[in-house]
């Protein structure tokens, strides 16, 4: 069975995983913020010995790839790639989006009677998300959406959707008095669901190509001139 190590960089939380096959060894996570440069690999190397393994016995890599923090899935993206070119092995690519939706999946009793809708945060009433069926499939192709009451009220006069992810709260207050509208609060992004769909990709042989992998920044970054000189 393949040894397959997940990372999730996307938000705050730093996190990875690692799993022979469909079975779970071990995770590491930490949740304080601007910690994934200098932790990670720290937290890879302990994870990996504390399971009895090297580094080289990694079958593959999985990273969440976004969307997400430009920063977080930068320091994922690379130290993938890093692992990857040094130990000749796949790279693994999973929607962070995704991820969190395979948690709200298996968190749900009768999940097939739910349409599912991660959200996370883009600042402002704006959120990345997407909308899926409890199989994970794509019923609204991954977007930023600007939140307002309107958001959403085509399918939710139809079927019960469930929302979540650090973007959901702001859009909870938004439909209050909406029976359709259901929400989860204690979803966050994970290595762990990242390496469950990712050994379903490693089954079936997706690989990314290591050279030219970038992660799903979904919108492109700004970079701004400061608007004083502060040399004198």
């Known amino acids: 069975m393949p040894l397959l190590l997940a990372l999730e960089t996307s938000s705050t939380v730093c996190s990875v995983a690692l799993y022979k096959g469909a079975d779970l060894l071990g995770a590491s996570e930490l949740q304080i913020e601007k910690s994934h440069s200098s932790h990670i690999t720290v937290m890879i190397s302990q994870l990996v010995e504390n399971c009895g393994y090297t580094l080289h016995n990694l079958s593959a890599v999985a990273v969440s790839g976004g969307p997400g923090s430009y920063t977080g899935l930068r320091i994922g993206s690379s130290t993938?790639?890093?692992l990857c070119y040094s130990l000749?092995?796949?790279?693994?690519?999973?929607?962070?989006?995704?991820g969190l939706a395979k948690q709200a999946i298996d968190s749900v009793p009768n999940a097939q009677h739910y349409l599912f809708c991660p959200?996370?945060?883009a600042r402002?009433?704006?959120v990345y998300t997407c909308l899926l069926s409890s199989d994970l499939e794509e019923l609204m192709?991954?977007?930023p959406v600007v939140l307002d009451e309107?958001?959403?009220q085509e399918q939710l006069t139809s079927q019960p959707i469930i929302f979540f992810?650090?973007?959901a709260g702001k859009f909870k207050k938004l439909v209050e008095g909406n029976k359709h509208a259901l929400f989860?609060?204690?979803?966050?992004?994970?290595?762990?669901?990242?390496?469950?769909?990712a050994t379903v990709k490693y089954e079936q042989q997706a690989f990314e190509d290591v050279a030219y992998y970038e992660p799903f920044y979904l919108k492109d970054v700004y970079i701004t001139s400061p608007t004083k000189n502060t040399i004198k």
Not at 88 to 98: C, G, N
Not at 184 to 197: H, T, V
Request: glycine share 10%; net charge negative; no cysteine.
């Open 141 to 143: 192709p991954v977007t």
């Open 124 to 126: 402002r009433m704006e």
């Open 184 to 197: 989860i609060d204690s979803i966050q992004p994970s290595a762990k669901p990242i390496g469950q769909l």
């Open 88 to 98: 000749d092995i796949p790279l693994l690519e999973v929607s962070t989006l995704y």
């Open 165 to 167: 992810g650090n973007g």
């Open 150 to 152: 309107q958001s959403f």
């Open 80 to 82: 993938a790639k890093g």
């Open 119 to 121: 959200m996370i945060d």
